[in-house]
């Protein structure tokens, strides 16, 4: 059950990421797949998490302009930091983690995907380019936090709901 | 623990790479097309329509206040529209009656395809959107594509079933364009996060504030498609060129259903 409810919301968060609904605070999506992995990445083991990025990116990459692969390899990435993160340091906090890392991570994915264009003479103002960013930012902090919550809770239920079929059975 | 971990990681990695390769070989087109048919373009359809509907019950909750203001902006509107239209009229009379004495072919109608918008770009920087028809349904590779007779983008990526349209406020986008008013021609780009730009217009020429601004035509797109309106200009005495900020009429990110040129 927690892995079938795991596995649906990684492909829930990336659905709605591509579904547009997200046009109503000057057209700037949040990246809802990159907010809930890291929080999941917080709180369940790391061999399911990896699979769930796996899942997330394929989504999101049949979905982009870009090269095929690349959100996938990203979100894989950035799991693999984040463990190395939680290994090498003792989180006491792990929602103030999770916000640090989201912050740095979309900055970081956004570059990368701006590089896609850089090649070419495309018209940007840096202005522009930043008060989107900034206005993204504030909006993955927000969701993260949300899910943050969500997750938590859900997990505490599921594990409530095992514990007392467990005791049923015996 | 430490094995099974790098196992994981292996395996992963292997399959992303496997994915990556076959799908740069084209050898992942047809599985695709059956994902596309039986699970990813209804599902995205689905998510679409829902998403689209919270935008607008979000949108009328936060404009109730200025409603009432743009309500009789637009009735104005409507009745300086009607006068024009009524203008228009006559003067498609006349053109038909002098295109019939000159021996002059009448201008066609386009030929379209409707298509359902079922997904948007995941990232804030590229823009694109995927349509819920492919090939198989007679569409190709740099069909424009319009709504409400205002330019949307060009097809980028057809696959059977869904294809993907370049927005034509993507930074990277560009088609060549002209003044309605003033005729100057020009190339029109997007812009990250703003409107769009025409360049590449030459001093001589004239372009005026509020002009609407049209396609000029090329191998696919026909001439006479509205882009946009003109709402600022820049000329410089030094410089070879001007250039023109338009206003997009339309705002690709709240696209639900869209045409695509087939036939010029």
Redesign the interface.
């Given at each position: 059950m927690r892995t079938f409810f795991l596995i649906l919301m990684v492909v829930l968060l990336?659905?709605?990421?591509?579904?547009?609904?997200?046009?109503?605070l000057?057209?700037?999506?949040p990246?809802f797949?990159l907010a809930g992995l890291v929080v999941l990445a917080m709180l369940i083991d790391?061999?399911q998490l990896?699979?769930l990025a796996?899942t997330g990116g394929?989504i999101?990459d049949?979905?982009?302009?870009?090269d095929?692969?690349l959100?996938?390899?990203f979100l894989?990435l950035m799991i693999?930091v984040i463990r190395l993160i939680i290994k090498t340091s003792e989180i006491s906090t792990k929602l103030i983690y999770s916000l640090i890392i989201v912050g740095i991570a979309t900055v970081f994915?956004?570059l990368v995907?701006?590089t896609?264009?850089i090649r070419?003479s495309?018209?940007?103002?840096p202005l522009?380019?930043g008060?989107?960013l900034a206005v993204?930012l504030v909006c993955n902090l927000v969701l993260t936090a949300l899910i943050y919550w969500l997750v938590e809770f859900s997990l505490a239920k599921i594990e409530e709901f095992n514990k007392t079929r467990k005791l049923k059975l015996s | 623990m430490r094995n099974r971990v790098k196992t994981t990681i292996t395996i992963v990695l292997i399959v992303v790479v496997s994915l990556i390769l076959l799908n740069t070989a084209g050898v992942l087109n047809p599985v695709k097309s059956i994902i596309d048919v039986t699970i990813s373009n209804p599902v995205r359809l689905a998510f679409s329509e829902v998403a689209g509907s919270l935008s607008k019950s979000l949108g009328v909750i936060t404009s109730i206040g200025s409603l009432n203001a743009k309500n009789t902006q637009l009735e104005v509107q409507v009745t300086e529209l009607k006068n024009k239209l009524s203008e228009l009229k006559e003067v498609k009379n006349e053109n038909d009656i002098l295109r019939a004495q000159l021996g002059f072919e009448s201008r066609q109608p386009l030929k379209t395809i409707p298509a359902r918008v079922i997904s948007f770009e995941p990232d804030n920087i590229r823009k694109f959107l995927t349509l819920d028809k492919g090939s198989r349904h007679g569409l190709k590779k740099g069909m424009p594509v319009v709504s409400s007779g205002i330019l949307v983008g060009t097809l980028d990526e057809v696959d059977s079933f869904s294809s993907k349209v370049f927005l034509i406020n993507d930074p990277e986008f560009r088609i060549r364009a002209i003044g309605q008013d003033g005729r100057a021609s020009g190339i029109v780009r997007g812009q990250l996060g703003q409107g769009l730009l025409m360049e590449k217009i030459a001093q001589n020429e004239i372009i005026n504030l509020n002009e609407f601004v049209i396609t000029a035509g090329s191998d696919d797109v026909p001439k006479g498609i509205l882009i946009g309106q003109v709402e600022g200009i820049v000329r410089n005495d030094n410089a070879i060129f001007q250039s023109a900020d338009l206003k997009s009429l339309i705002n690709p990110s709240k696209l639900e259903l869209v045409f695509v040129v087939t036939e010029k």
């Open positions: 990336s659905l709605i990421q591509i579904s547009g609904l997200n046009n109503s000057f057209a700037i999506t990246n797949v790391f061999n990896i699979w796996f394929l999101l049949f979905n982009s302009s870009v095929f692969g959100n996938t390899v894989i693999l994915y956004n995907i701006f896609t264009i070419s495309a018209i940007i103002n522009n380019l008060f989107r993204e | -």
